[in-house]
């Protein structure tokens, strides 16, 4: 072992990209990984995106007999193994356990009766040899153990199989046309945003968490991690930089940005959650993007951010009526951060003049187009709005 592990920067561990599918613990034992009692530590529906996976392991108390071993509770170890596991599973089509390990780092040891959380990034997924990173931590985020090159494969010959609930077998997203004009974007799940959440964040971003109600809080904190994502991605993927020295609000403003970690520039940046998603996008211009659960209360007052004529677009419209009301809904939205206006001035100087399923067309001011994209992830509609040119102050 190395004295000093790599870089590990914890907003990568405070929450997954992608839509999260989750597994109970009991499920997990009972079809994907049959182990005994003992070993049954992973205590909380795991999530799993085709970014790697996140667990709540529980260490078990120590039995008579039993010391405490130098690098750690082995059970815990062998959880995060099982989340690799279930992950290789559903992404991968193979039962996949370990069969090596490239470098360990204990940085303190895991204690039996104790909680941790593991991630797993999947490195390179070249079968039948998988290869992993897993990083454990404790509830607040202070790294124990970091395990690089962890090799996985099939050991059965071929005898197990994961069972077809588990198989992931689309991975390309039907909504990849709404970020085409962006030159980054990420979708995360406000559930898997972890505890220790934030402990990544930059000194401004927490002076002004600092005033928010515990509900304002994490709405905040996934905005705050998805667009520090966007920084990563928009800098070359960079997986060393800090997450503290990432910061996503403009001085003096509550507007996001994402830098580019080296200093070198910034990027223009839009962030949207609701009750289960948060959106973030990145363009060199003006853009923004809203996220919205489709609900038919949409339909109770349409006056109130319809024209007449965008309530007969609405009537005359051959999508569902709640999608297309709330399209119009959302439009305005994403019109209002890319061009930092109220709502209301959204409502007033936005006019839709065309519904699509994924594309509509509007006017500002009745004088300059622009166009909106969609998708949806089950009940949640997402709209981006990127061909918008002039500044606010032209428009008046």
Known sequence: MD???????????????????????DRIYAELVPFGAAYR????????????????????????????????????????????????????????FPVGIEQRFVL?????????????????????????????????????????????????????QPPDWIRCTELKSVNDHLFADCAAATIMERSTIMPFAGTCLSDRERERMGAMGER???????????????ARKLSGNDDLTSPRDIST?????????????????????????????VVAVAASSPLGVDVERLSARIL???????????QELLKQSKLDQVRAAMQIWSIKEAVAKALNISLADAWEQTEVVEIGGEESHCRLRGEVPCLAFHGQIEDHLITV??????????LK
């Not at 004295?3 to 613990?25: H, I, K, N, R, Y």
């Not at 059970?75 to 089509?93: E, K, P, T």
């Open 216 to 230: 304002r809080r994490n709405g905040y904190l996934a905005a705050r991690l998805a667009c520090k994502r966007l």
């Open 249 to 277: 609000l403009d001085e003096g403003s509550v507007r996001p940005f994402c830098p580019v970690t080296d200093g070198s520039g910034r990027y223009e940046c839009s962030v949207s959650h609701d009750s289960r998603f």
């Open 300 to 310: 109770k007052a349409p006056h109130l951010f319809m024209s007449e004529r965008e």
């Open 108 to 160: 303190r040891p895991t204690r039996t009766g104790e909680p941790y959380i593991a991630r797993i990034f999947p490195k390179a997924t070249d079968q039948p040899l998988l290869h992993f990173d897993i990083w454990i931590m404790d509830p607040d985020g202070r790294l124990c153990e970091v395990l690089i090159g962890v090799q996985m494969r099939d050991v059965s010959g071929g005898r197990l």
């Open 3 to 25: 004295e000093e592990p790599p870089a590990c920067p914890l907003d990568l561990a405070a929450a997954l990209e992608g839509c999260s599918f989750q597994v109970t613990p």
């Open 385 to 394: 709005m990127t061909t918008l040119v002039p500044p606010a102050n032209q």
């Open 41 to 96: 530590n992973i205590v909380e529906p795991i999530h799993l995106t085709q970014e790697g996976a996140l667990a709540a392991l529980q260490a078990p108390q120590l039995v008579d007999g039993q010391t405490t071993q130098p690098l750690g509770a082995p059970f815990v170890l062998d959880a995060a193994f099982h989340a690799a596991c279930v992950w290789s599973q559903r992404y991968m089509g193979v039962v996949a």
